[in-house]
Structure formats: C-alpha cells, structure tokens
C-alpha cells in the first residue's frame, strides 16, 4: 500500500488528476469523523527507512506507516515470520516469503449490504491504475502524473522510457462470505496486534440479502499457516497439519477441485505458472530441483488428457506476463522462466502422449495454449533515449513496445465457476506454510441447475473482448477447435504486429506466447525471436537455471 495513491483520477490533465485526494489523505478524513480505520501492512524485511533501504519489492510499507503516525488511522507492519528449527533456516523463512492477501472491509451505510469486502489481485500502490488502453506514454502527464511505475531496469521517469501497463482482476463480496474474509483480517490482526484487539469489538456481524444472495454461491479459500494467523479455535480441526504446524491450503484444493470438475474448457490468468516438478522429465530432477510439487498444472494436463481419451473436446487458455516484472536477465528472473519452460513441457509432452495414444490426427496446441499481453504506442517527444544502439531500453523506446503486465489471479471453469484471489500459480501461493493468501470461489446457481451464461460467463467474455478487441460468436463455445484456432489465429497475427518494425497502435493487446511447440510435445523459444530472446532484450525467453540463488526463492 502506497499512502500517496489516488483512487478517483482524471484523464483529462494533470491538475484535474491532483485535484481528487489520495488515498492516505482519505483514510485520514474518514478516521477524524469517528470510522475506526485498521492497516496490516506486509514488513518487507529490506525496507528500512533507518537503513535508507527501499526494498527488494518497494513495498513502501515504513513510509506508509510514518505517514499515518499521530493520526487516528491504526497502521501496523506484520513481518513475515517462520519458526524454524535453525537460526540461518529461520532467517532465511522470513526473508523469503512474504504477507500478500490483498483485501479491504468495510461495513457499508449506503446499501443494506452490511458487511462489503474486496479480494483479488490489486494492491493500493504504486502503478496499479490502469484502464482497457494500457498506454505506454500517452497517460503520463494525466491520468498517471505522479504514479510512473518501470521496474525495467534504466527507465526511472516518463522522459526515460514507457510506463508498464498493468492488467488485475479483483472481486466485490458481501453478504455472509464478505464476514468470512473480515474472520480472515481478524485472525490476522489477534497474531500482529494482539494490544490492539479491542478494536473488533464493535458489532460488525451482520449480513443482509441485497436480493441475489439467492443465486449466488461464494466461499473463501487460503492460504495461511499458524506463524500467520491465530484460527478460530473452532475451525482447526478443518486445518491441514505438516511437521505439527497446522496450516490452511484450501485455495490450492479450490483450484484442483475446478479442474477435476471442468468438462470443456479452462481459461487462467496469473503472474506465474509454474508446479508439479514431481512431473517435470527425469533429466531435469536432482538432488537440488526445486520443491514446487503443487498438482495444479499437472491436473490441467490430465484434465486435457482424459477428455482426449474420451474423445472429447476440451481447452484450456492460459495467460501470463511475457516475463516477470524487472530485468528479464536477472538471475531470479531467469530461473523462474526456466521453471516455467519446464512446466509448459511437461503438459504438452503428456498431451501429444494422450494423443497418440488416441490415435487421433491432432496437435497439442488444439488443447493448451499460453498467451501474453502486450502494448504498441509511438513514444512521446520528450522521451531521452539512451545513446547505445543496443540498449533494451531504447529499443524499448523506438519500437513503442512493451508488454502489459499480467498481475491477475483468476480461474473461469466451463463459464461457471470463478476463482479470483492474490494467489500466484507456484509453490509460494499454494503451499499453505510460505505466503499469505486469500481468494473467493464462487458460482450461480436456480434451485435445478448451474448456470452457466451468467456473470461467470461475463466476466470471461469481458476479459476476452478486452483483450482481443472484439467478441465473436465462435467464443461462445471455447471448448471447440474452431474457437481455439480462431483465438489462436488473432494471437498469431498480433505477435506479429507486436514484433513488426512498423508501429501499429490498433493492434489488440492478446499475444500468443513465443514458444514453438512441436506434434511431439517438445517446447522451445519462438523461430520469430532473434537467438531465442525476448524482443528489444538479451534475454533467453526458456531462461536459465541459477547456479547459487535457493530454488524456495523462485518457486
């Protein structure tokens, strides 16, 4: 959270952006007129104001919390703690892994909603604004004047480079499952603040039907140990238990049950996709392979595999950033594109397997795909481009290109069930014991059936129409292969464009990932990638495994 972060922005100019008040400003005002306002921050261990350190990640979270000193908002900073069994082990647990549920309660007087809660993958900060555009240059000096947000390495302002569009989904709860994710702040709070306890008890419980409670199905789903939360005594028994910790893991059984019920089609979007190395191929596993064995990638090839055997159809569309925010060069970032690599493997080599098998004139690609979001904008005039021809960053410049970072965490099964939450697709977010998360499942449903051309299914359309820049009848079925080579198609063709010399700004934002993926299953970079790199970079787009950095930090 980033205190100087305005929520209400104006297009139009910079003034009229700077004339609505942030976000600190806000809670402050609401703080004065008696509304009790609670903050739990994540303590990034390498945040120190003292230290004048910002951070790994610039979470900002001891500026926020000076911020808020001598008001009435109660700010606390909650560091990430592990009890291990050896001092180095711990240190390293706490250095590791982070608090990353990204959600906000309130009770509202407005609606006879009671109790309404926000889950998903945004966080209050820095660079998170974005609209259907994604511009690279051309909000700069309006909508996102004093919010410039580059973590591509050289580019420190507007006049240095573009800024990195940013793509998120995020969920409005309320009802009885919104006083569950207030049980989740409260569990959090009683561990980090336990002084401050007294807080909760104002009578907040209460729920009322805005008259569609009738139709929807909602839970709440975590992921979140005892060293993070202190549980409700009446419910752990409910918890799982490793090493005599007990732990809650249910986002990763939320997701493994969708996939296991799905029966036509899965569409993901999320910062990472990585798991099942217990899977990966037996030339990639040694003593030093990382622990990353959640099922969820895995599942989805089965899935696929099993409806192949059916004989079937079946798809599943998956969408990541091109690459980890940051240096694509960097080692860590490197090593999470080499898991990645061998997780997209892994799938398609058990589907062209299940094809064979079948007996059936058929390529992988008709069943999984991956994909990216990218962004084509001739660069302002005031841009300074560096000198050296060969710079990622004025080639960045020149080119108007830059991908559009995928931030999301959400799941769309069969146009019925919805998953949207902040946990990442790798072992960090479903493990149970290493990051905090949190997420909604939810469904429509009469009192006969599931239905499944509901909001479910509208917010799929949506997020397609958005990123494809049209809706077309062919996308009502995504099971079928007509819609999977008609998507693949528009994918291909705005790959090219994005890879063009020439600059077109209409282009729509869907990418088709750049790997190459044979009949056999074998997955390698993209023939349209100069040496196996990622445009305007130097970057291996398979990355590359590090030879010192602890796999528990990429995994």
């Not at 945040?47 to 000193?69: M, P, Q, S, W």
């Not at 909508?143 to 591509?152: A, I, L, S």
């Not at 990639?284 to 055997?309: F, G, K, W, Y």
């Not at 790798?426 to 493990?431: E, F, H, L, T």
């Amino acid at each position: 959270m980033t205190h100087t972060t305005r929520l209400k922005r104006n297009g139009r100019s910079a003034q009229s952006t700077k004339e609505h008040e942030t976000l600190g400003e806000m809670l402050v005002r609401k703080a004065n007129t008696g509304v009790k306002v609670l903050i739990l921050l994540w303590d990034e261990p390498f945040n120190n104001e003292d230290l004048a350190t910002v951070g790994v990640v610039g979470t900002n979270d001891e500026i926020t919390r000076n911020y808020f000193l001598g008001t009435k908002v109660n700010c606390v900073l909650a560091a990430r703690r592990k009890s291990k069994r050896g001092m180095l082990e711990t240190l390293v647990s706490n250095t590791s892994f982070s608090h990353h549920q990204k959600i906000v309660v309130a009770d509202d007087c407005t609606a006879s909603y009671g109790i309404v809660a926000y889950v998903g993958g945004l966080d209050l900060t820095t660079g998170r604004y974005d609209d259907q555009n994604h511009f690279l240059f051309k909000s700069c000096n309006n909508k996102h004047v004093d919010d410039f947000y580059q973590t591509f390495p050289g580019i420190t302002d507007m006049n240095h480079g573009p800024r990195q569009p940013w793509h998120d989904v995020h969920s409005r709860i309320t009802g009885e499952a919104a006083i569950d994710v207030l049980q989740n702040f409260k569990e959090r709070w009683k561990l980090e603040a336990p002084k401050e306890i007294k807080d909760f008890k104002t009578n907040t419980n209460k729920a009322v039907d805005d008259g569609t409670r009738s139709r929807w199905k909602v839970q709440i789903f975590r992921s979140i140990p005892t060293d993070a939360a202190k549980f409700d005594d009446s419910r752990r028994h409910l918890l799982q238990s490793k090493h005599g910790q007990k732990y809650d893991a249910s986002i990763h059984r939320a997701y493994i049950s969708g996939i296991r019920n799905s029966g036509k089609f899965l569409y993901i979007e999320n910062q990472y996709f990585l798991g099942s190395a217990h899977s990966w191929s037996s030339h990639t596993l040694n003593s030093a392979s990382p622990r990353a064995n959640h099922l969820i990638p895995v599942e989805i090839a089965e899935q696929v595999c099993d409806m192949i055997h059916k004989k079937e159809r079946f798809a599943a569309y998956i969408v990541i950033p091109l690459f980890p925010e940051g240096d694509p060069n960097a080692s860590h970032i490197q090593e999470i594109l080499h898991w990645q690599a061998r997780t997209m493997k892994m799938m398609y080599k058990r589907i062209a397997r299940a094809i064979r098998r079948a007996g059936i004139n058929a390529h992988p690609k008709d069943y999984l795909n991956f994909f990216c979001l990218g962004k084509r904008e001739e660069a302002s005039e005031n841009i300074v481009t560096p000198s050296q021809e060969d710079s990622a960053v004025r080639k960045m410049c020149v080119n108007g290109r830059g991908m559009i970072y995928v931030h999301s965490k959400a799941m769309v099964v069969d146009d019925i069930y919805a998953i949207v939450g902040s946990a990442n697709i790798n072992q960090r977010s479903m493990d149970g014991r290493r990051d905090s998360e949190i997420a909604v499942g939810c469904w429509e449903a009469t009192e006969d059936a599931l239905i499944s051309e509901g909001h479910v299914q509208g917010l799929r359309k949506g997020l397609w129409s958005e990123h494809l820049g049209r809706y077309e009848e062919v996308f009502d079925n995504p099971a079928s292969l007509a819609c999977v080579k008609r998507v693949l198609e528009l994918a291909d063709d705005n790959w090219s464009s994005y890879i063009s010399d020439n600059i077109d700004e209409t282009t729509p934002h869907l990418l088709s990932y750049p790997i190459d993926v044979s009949v056999d299953g074998d997955v390698t970079p993209s023939s349209t990638c100069r040496s196996g790199y990622f445009p305007d970079t130097t970057a291996p787009i398979m990355g590359t495994k590090s030879s010192y950095l602890p796999s528990r930090l990429t995994v």
